[in-house]
């Protein structure tokens, strides 16, 4: 008999973070995300979603020991062709009736909130972090990334889950060739006088904030589920950011003064955090200090690279990456560059980064389970 307990108290909240860690203890690639930005996550004053939306998480027990784990939750800005909620944060033992159990609990749940779908594995938040199924590539997860056991893909495919999309992360050798047509390109755009590329500067992020907000607006706002930044808003983020910002590699191109392309990326900061075992007091706090001084990050992930409509298809591209990865060889340890997923239905963003001469190297998936089993399922419509 399965007893469920809704996490409320301390002990509760700790079992949460703890049970995932004796799944995982035999997996050498698993990195345990740090507590505080999971806990966030459940924090009314800390995650704005709880303004507009509901989330609960429970344990399930069986004689005495924890089994499974799970988040729901309802967001009314999650808008789809059905009301439909979310599960996230799901671990679960290798028993498909454990899981089955957990999956009925959730959908009972958001049925009494009058749900007609669930999506999950995702989060009570921005797609960026905790979201989707690692389905292909078992391999150490980037930072805010997904990572579960390859057993967890039955447990839902065979409760009734179907893949509503794909997510495709793709890695590129920074030491690999780049491509001709991008020197090309950027040997073309070199000899003009007014373009000009800058990497980001931490002493100067007021105005970094602004080209970026100016370039992601006109780049990505108007594109598919896009949406308008508010430079405010981003400036600080930036500032968030700053003790891990790499000044090599985030660049910025310009036509005279006027801010036309950006190339943001940052350390994986998995690569310290692994280190830390989900913790980040103090001691915690100076040990990843010493990490980030003395231990080698050899992987940097990019976030968000973009280039304003009158200039796409110019060559500018090129000229950025060739400017920006002639200096960060010069200047970094980086030997890897990690793109942040990609969704199958965004074929223009995949084209880019096919163009990049990347490959492939994970693949995750958002599930999703209608209420109505005779409902027709219809993947998610490409941009």
């Not at 860690?21 to 709880?50: A, C, G, S, T, W």
């Not at 749940?109 to 009058?114: A, D, Q």
């Not at 001691?283 to 940097?300: A, G, I, S, T, Y």
Request: charged letters at 30%.
């Amino acid at each position: 008999m399965i007893i469920v307990e809704e996490v409320q108290n301390e002990k509760q909240k700790e079992e949460f973070l703890e049970f995932p860690v004796q799944l995982y203890q035999n997996d050498k690639n698993y990195i345990r995300p740090l507590n505080k930005h999971i806990e966030e996550i459940f924090d009314p004053q800390k995650n704005r979603f709880f303004k507009d939306g509901e989330c609960a998480r429970f344990l399930f027990k069986r004689n005495h020991k924890t089994v499974g784990k799970v988040a729901v939750f309802v967001n009314s800005h999650y808008k789809q062709n059905q009301p439909t909620g979310g599960i996230g944060f799901f671990d679960c033992i290798h028993d498909q009736e454990t899981a089955n159990f957990i999956f009925d609990h959730c959908k009972s749940w958001l049925l009494e909130r009058n749900m007609e779908a669930m999506d999950g594995p995702i989060n009570f938040g921005e797609r960026d972090k905790f979201w989707g199924l690692l389905i292909e590539g078992f391999i150490e997860p980037l930072f805010g990334m997904n990572y579960n056991l390859p057993y967890y893909k039955e447990l839902f495919e065979n409760y009734g889950f179907q893949i509503y999309f794909e997510q495709l992360c793709f890695t590129r050798p920074v030491f690999a060739e780049v491509s001709r047509i991008f020197r090309i390109a950027h040997e073309k755009n070199r000899r003009n006088p007014a373009i000009s590329a800058q990497p980001l500067k931490k002493n100067n992020l007021k105005k970094f904030a602004k080209d970026f907000t100016e370039v992601y607006n006109k780049a990505w706002a108007s594109h598919g589920e896009g949406k308008q930044l508010d430079e405010t808003k981003v400036l600080k983020m930036f500032h968030t950011m700053k003790p891990i910002i790499n000044e090599h590699i985030s660049w910025f191109v310009y036509e005279n003064e006027k801010p036309i392309a950006m190339w943001i990326n940052l350390p994986d900061l998995n690569q310290w955090f692994k280190y830390l075992d989900g913790k980040f007091g103090l001691f915690e706090k100076l040990k990843f200090l010493v990490l980030k001084r003395f231990k080698k990050n050899e992987k940097m992930v990019g976030l968000v690279f973009g280039v304003v409509p009158e200039w796409q298809k110019k060559g500018i591209d090129g000229y950025m990456i060739w400017e920006g990865t002639q200096h960060l060889r010069k200047h970094t340890d980086f030997t890897t560059t990690e793109l942040q997923w990609i969704g199958d239905f965004n074929p223009k963003m995949i084209k880019i980064a096919e163009a990049l001469d990347t490959t492939v190297t994970r693949k995750l998936a958002t599930y999703r389970y209608l209420f109505d089993r005779k409902k027709e399922f219809l993947r998610h419509p490409s941009l």
